[in-house]
């Protein structure tokens, strides 16, 4: 019987988040286990809960993780709001997009990672800085976070199903008008179109 082996260094908890997200980068969320997770690390399932409380707590993780991809510090914070947050939507849907088969994780919890806060807190201040009150000004920051995750999640989806796609061929009787436009508008084209309607639509409603 083959002797499964062990780890020689010590375990630690941003390796499990990391070695988790990997996973489920690789073999999609769906296939995801604790065990397939303590085999990929070398440990014993139970070396792992002592780094994190269960599976929810370790899903916690990879969310938190997946929002440090956007680069808090360096986006326009000198601009005004409307660029601050358009640059935001766009650093947010770029990083979740990083990690399609992780996004149910993102989407189903609340984010409320050290660098999450930041980004919320700096972003009121600065709305209210320029005139936006605090719960106006929340509630500006979670219209743009729902439609980016609601974004990339669709992205997601189109990219996971696009192998199963009829589109019809050009020339053929269903090559509609509609169809045309389709072919010519790659998936997440209108993104950029949709989140500047979004973000001018609530610089008006908050400045009336």
Known sequence: MKTPRRRSTPLTREE??????DLIDQDGLASFSMRKLGA???VDVMAIYRHVDDQEALFDEIAAAM????DVA????TQPWPNLTFAYGMALRDALLRHPDALP???RRPNRSPDAVEWGV?????LSDEGVPGTTALQVALCINEFVVGHA?????????????RRPEEGSAGFTVLAAAAAASPP?????????????????AVTR
Request: glycine share 10%; aromatic share 10%; proline share 2%.
């Open 16 to 21: 499990i988040v990391r070695i988790a997200l």
């Open 40 to 42: 990929r690390l070398e």
């Open 67 to 70: 929002f440090r991809g956007v």
């Open 74 to 77: 360096g986006l326009p914070w």
């Open 105 to 107: 994780i993102y989407a």
């Open 122 to 126: 700096r972003a009121l201040l600065k």
């Open 153 to 165: 999640m669709a992205v997601s989806a189109w990219r996971t199903e696009s192998q199963r796609s």
């Open 188 to 204: 997440g084209a209108h993104f950029e179109l949709g989140l500047r309607a979004i973000i001018d639509g609530l610089r008006r």
